[in-house]
């Protein structure tokens, strides 16, 4: 559905730019795995995505929160290779900076492809990063899902089912 998508707004099917974020989201009683983000201060779990310049998903992965971005943006681009496998350029923030993180992304999918971090010019002052809005746009649109606002699932798994029917349903408006 992805490719359609693309298509009909004149982009090839599969895409050669993805921007990586994580998002911490709070886990109810109900919810059987859970880990603790101690950055954000939230209990629960953590949504890694990968999407276009138009904000299109093309990967996930649900860890529990205690997961670093790093780390869980590893699992997400090693569970996704054959999805990604025309990826050149990766645009992230701040959070996974450093050679190791670079050197994984090679790695993992191709010695080719560049990573780009996203910095901010200056200190506790609000600036929008050319870019990087779309995969903050990517994690609203995920929020107006009224099952999506806190973790209530008892596994990961559902949690991962519930984000992928949410951005069908969103992919189905597109078209």
């Given at each position: 559905?992805?490719?359609?998508?693309?298509?009909?707004?004149?982009?090839?099917?599969?895409?050669?730019?993805?921007?990586?974020?994580?998002?911490?989201?709070?886990?109810?009683?109900?919810?059987?795995?859970?880990?603790?983000?101690?950055?954000k201060k939230v209990s629960g779990i953590k949504r890694h995505i990968a999407v276009d310049s138009q904000g299109l998903l093309h990967a996930i992965?649900?860890?529990?929160?205690?997961?670093?971005?790093?780390?869980?943006?590893?699992?997400?681009?090693?569970?996704?290779?054959?999805?990604?496998?025309?990826?050149?350029?990766?645009?992230?923030?701040?959070?996974?900076?450093?050679?190791?993180?670079?050197?994984?992304?090679?790695?993992?999918?191709?010695?080719?492809?560049?990573?780009?971090v996203a910095k901010r010019d200056e200190l506790h002052t609000f600036k929008v990063i050319p870019k990087r809005w779309v995969v903050e746009r990517s994690f609203a649109w995920l929020e107006k899902n009224r099952r999506l606002w806190k973790n209530c699932e008892r596994h990961l798994n559902t949690s991962l089912q519930f984000t992928n029917l949410a951005f069908m349903a969103l992919l189905l408006k597109r078209l």
């Open positions: 559905m992805v490719k359609k998508a693309r298509k009909k707004h004149n982009c090839k099917g599969k895409t050669s730019f993805i921007i990586i974020d994580a998002q911490s989201v709070k886990n109810t009683d109900t919810a059987k795995y859970k880990g603790y983000d101690a950055g992965c649900i860890t529990t929160a205690n997961i670093t971005d790093r780390e869980g943006a590893t699992t997400l681009l090693r569970q996704n290779t054959k999805r990604l496998s025309r990826v050149k350029n990766v645009m992230v923030d701040g959070g996974y900076r450093g050679e190791a993180f670079a050197n994984s992304v090679k790695s993992i999918l191709d010695e080719t492809v560049t990573t780009e």
